[in-house]
């Protein structure tokens, strides 16, 4: 009697498409988020070919419902809140992305520095502190009163609030990697402390930093929207979100598209970064991929 053993084995995917499929199937909310994401940014760099123009202004067919001439309607100038709409993506996406990008760069640069030696880090953190007891949006409206309205002003206006927290998330890492065997080596070895730093250590902060980006970006669209809003942002004439809903608050009860579609797509942007970012640490996070593959 001869026994026989049967084998399972498990075909993986051929070729790039079959890889491509099987990352979307191990990680959907990331092809999700990346999808939509894309799909905006295209929105804002064709925005030209797509709308009209954002600033003219006819009073002749102000508060015009959505119609086939105006697909979003109009304003109380006449302006067509289509056209506002696309062209306020880019504000948008233009300082979410830039916020996201510089907060995580200084915020990267100080947290190194700071979790790695001692005397920096006792007082780099007393100010990071300061920083963080003051209100975000408080701190960003007194920015934006001393320097003025602009897109340039809003953007360093978010920046400052968020390096703090940029940096209370570095130095948390590097005060974990420090301790490890391998760092240890490299100083025993006499490795000095910049290739220590850029070798050793920056490669391990590369996943839950890009992570904490996804919603620095996420929380600087709400910012500035929230700015705008309350007429402390970009300038008014300027087709932002936010504008476009400080102008819609006082028709909304009559004429409630002016606010209501770039209210949705702002809330659409900010879930997909979400998505995106949470779809990131599950990807990114060893412990969570070995359970999801």
Request: glycine share 8%; hydrophobic share 55%.
């Amino acid at each position: 009697m001869v026994a026989t053993s049967t084998e399972f084995v498990i075909e993986r995917p051929q070729g790039w498409l079959g890889r491509v499929l099987e990352f979307a199937r191990r990680n959907p909310t990331v092809v999700i988020g990346t999808s939509i994401l894309a799909l905006m940014a295209a929105v804002a760099v064709f925005a030209p070919w797509l709308a009209t123009d954002p600033l003219f202004i006819n009073p002749i067919d102000r508060l015009k419902p959505p119609s086939k001439e105006f697909w979003f309607g109009t304003d109380h100038l006449g302006r067509d809140v289509y056209a506002r709409t696309v062209f306020g993506t880019r504000i948008s996406l233009t300082v979410g992305l830039a916020v996201a990008t510089f907060s995580t760069a200084i915020g990267l640069a100080i947290g190194l520095v700071a979790g790695y030696i001692r005397i920096v880090d006792a007082i780099v953190m007393r100010i990071m502190d300061g920083l963080m007891a003051i209100p975000g949006i408080l701190f960003a409206i007194a920015l934006m009163a001393l320097f003025g309205s602009s897109v340039q002003n809003v953007i360093i206006a978010i920046t400052v609030p968020e390096v703090p927290r940029v940096v209370r998330l570095v130095r948390a890492v590097v005060l974990t990697i420090r301790e490890q065997p391998f760092v240890e080596a490299a100083v025993a070895s006499g490795t000095r402390l910049p290739r220590i730093l850029v070798r050793h250590i920056l490669p391990n902060i590369f996943a839950p930093l890009i992570v904490q980006a996804t919603y620095v970006c996420a929380s600087a669209v709400i910012v500035e929207a929230l700015l705008s809003f309350l007429g402390a942002g970009t300038p008014p004439e300027v087709p932002s979100w936010g504008n476009m809903m400080a102008d819609g608050r006082v028709y909304f009860q009559i004429k409630p598209w002016i606010l209501l579609f770039p209210g949705i797509c702002l809330a659409l942007m900010v879930l997909t970064v979400n998505v995106l970012g949470d779809g990131l640490r599950d990807t990114l996070d060893p412990r969570i991929a070995r359970r999801m593959g």
